[in-house]
């Protein structure tokens, strides 16, 4: 599976949408998270993070530009680039470590960091949708197809639409 799209009706499923990916995690990932400002990318973050058993309080990146943890021995980054108007801004904040396999890696504003940043597994785009939000998936590669494809399994929504 490619492509997978999810309805999220309200923050509650963000959240429960972040849960249900952290359950199906391989050894690492690295997830794009497109959107406009408000969309939903950090609390999908928070939520996973929280999921995978990051156990500090999960801040936004938004003025840090990345933030580190450790889950069971393995790194976990969640980085936004918001503020980022040329990818060379990057270069002092040391992303080699994200490049390594077994690293969790979620980026929001990633087109602001491009060349500077791990290829994609997973691409979630979050849109507005009347009070509501939708969550369009895109896999690349065989990692991100493994993960999609378990996610579909799992989120079982009536009206969830998919392809590939
Ligand atoms: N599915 C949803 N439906 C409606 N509101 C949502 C949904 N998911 C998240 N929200 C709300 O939208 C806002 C998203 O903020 P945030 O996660 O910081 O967005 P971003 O990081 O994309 O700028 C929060 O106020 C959150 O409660
Ligand atoms: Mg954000």
Redesign the pocket.
């Known amino acids: 599976m490619t492509t997978l799209t999810v309805p999220?009706?309200?923050?509650?499923?963000?959240?429960a949408l972040g849960r249900q990916l952290a359950t199906l995690v391989p050894g690492g990932l690295v997830l794009y998270?497109h959107?406009?400002?408000?969309?939903?990318?950090?609390?999908?973050?928070?939520a996973f993070l929280g999921a995978i058993g990051v156990g500090e309080r999960i801040k936004?990146p938004?003025y840090s530009l990345v933030e580190g943890y450790e889950v069971d021995g393995r790194p976990a980054f969640h980085l936004?680039l918001?503020r980022i108007a040329d990818p060379g801004e990057l270069e002092w904040l040391g992303l080699d470590a994200l490049a390594e396999p077994g690293a969790i890696v979620l980026v929001?504003w990633p087109e602001r960091g491009t060349g500077a940043l791990p290829a994609a597994d997973l691409v979630l785009n979050?849109t507005?949708?009347g009070?509501?939000?939708s969550?369009s998936w895109q896999a690349h590669g065989d990692r991100g197809r493994r993960v999609l494809d378990g996610l579909s399994g799992a989120v079982n929504v009536p009206d969830a639409s998919s392809a590939g």
């Open positions: 999220l009706a309200d923050e509650a499923a963000t959240m998270l959107g406009d400002l408000g969309a939903g990318k950090t609390t999908f973050a928070r936004s938004t936004d918001y929001e979050l507005r949708e009070s509501g939000r969550a």
